[in-house]
């Protein structure tokens, strides 16, 4: 059983910048895809960032590469989103998510079905 828990969201004006953070309680000698979703007002749940703790690739929601970046702390239980020039469309709850690896090593995709393990969410606010 993962558990994640996030924080750092908050209110921020456009342009401006926040790191998130994910403390999973997971096994380090184990491999996982580790990612953030986020889920606007009525709207669907969707991809952010996907990072495999294996290798460090990483896949971008298209459009976010450049302005978010997934990194992990030396302890590789911490993973971090740091989100800058942010603009009032990036407003959403945004979720830590975990799926241990399986055979291939490989992550399954940015699609909410491939993670069984979810954080409780922290609320990101951007006003223009």
């Known amino acids: 059983q993962v558990q994640l828990v996030e924080s750092g969201g908050g209110s921020v004006e456009a342009g401006g910048s926040l790191r998130l953070s994910c403390v999973a309680s997971?096994?380090?000698?184990?491999?996982?895809?580790m990612a953030w979703f986020r889920q606007a007002p009525g709207k669907e749940r969707v991809g952010v960032v996907e990072?495999?703790?294996?290798?460090?690739?990483?896949s971008y929601m298209n459009g976010l590469r450049g302005r978010f970046n997934i990194s992990e702390d030396s302890t590789r239980t911490t993973f971090y989103l740091h989100m800058s020039s942010l603009k009032p469309d990036d407003t959403a709850m945004y979720y830590c998510a975990s799926d241990p690896l399986g055979p291939s090593g490989l992550c399954r995709g940015l699609d909410r079905d491939n993670f069984p393990y979810w954080g409780q969410g922290t609320q990101v606010t951007v006003s223009s």
């Open positions: 990072f495999n703790t294996g290798t460090s690739y990483t």
């Open positions: 997971i096994d380090t000698s184990s491999r996982y895809c």
